[in-house]
């Protein structure tokens, strides 16, 4: 099964910037949209951002502004990043790659997700 790594995230004091990676196959996902969750423990897992390959992107209004999403093919590799500025303590999560999914859709219907990668903003 064609797999979702991701690496990055740590922790931040609040105002600060981190990033994610998300790899997986080049073009194995190519008729999907990718993206990224998050979930705070004890609450619903939440939509943060996606992309799809006619160059589509959207981010949920909480982060709008602040985070931005991106991908790369590098050789036989698809490279997704989130790259989060100003963070706030509020973002505090484990985040995940996701593949496949709408954005509107309840976030179990996503098809494929990465190992999940804590992001901690202090104060």
């Given at each position: 099964?064609?797999?979702?790594?991701?690496?990055?995230?740590?922790?931040?004091?609040a105002?600060?910037?981190?990033k994610?990676?998300?790899?997986?196959?080049?073009?194995?996902f190519?008729n999907?949209?990718?993206?990224?969750?998050?979930?705070?423990?004890?609450?619903?897992?939440?939509?943060v951002s996606?992309?799809?390959?006619?160059?589509s992107?959207?981010y949920a209004?909480?982060?709008?502004?602040?985070f931005?999403?991106?991908?790369?093919?590098?050789?036989?590799?698809?490279?997704m990043?989130?790259?989060?500025?100003?963070?706030?303590?509020?973002?505090?999560?484990?985040?995940?790659?996701?593949?496949?999914?709408?954005?509107?859709?309840?976030?179990?219907?996503?098809?494929?997700?990465?190992?999940?990668?804590?992001?901690?903003?202090s104060?």
């Amino acid at each position: 099964q064609v797999q979702l790594v991701e690496s990055g995230g740590g922790t931040v004091q609040a105002g600060g910037s981190l990033k994610l990676s998300c790899t997986t196959r080049a073009y194995y996902f190519n008729n999907c949209r990718l993206g990224w969750y998050r979930e705070v423990s004890g609450k619903e897992r939440e939509y943060v951002s996606s992309i799809r390959n006619n160059g589509s992107i959207d981010y949920a209004h909480s982060v709008k502004g602040r985070f931005t999403i991106s991908q790369d093919f590098v050789e036989n590799k698809h490279m997704m990043y989130l790259e989060m500025n100003n963070l706030k303590t509020e973002d505090t999560a484990v985040y995940f790659c996701a593949a496949c999914f709408t954005i509107d859709a309840p976030w179990l219907e996503v098809e494929r997700w990465g190992q999940g990668s804590q992001v901690t903003v202090s104060s």
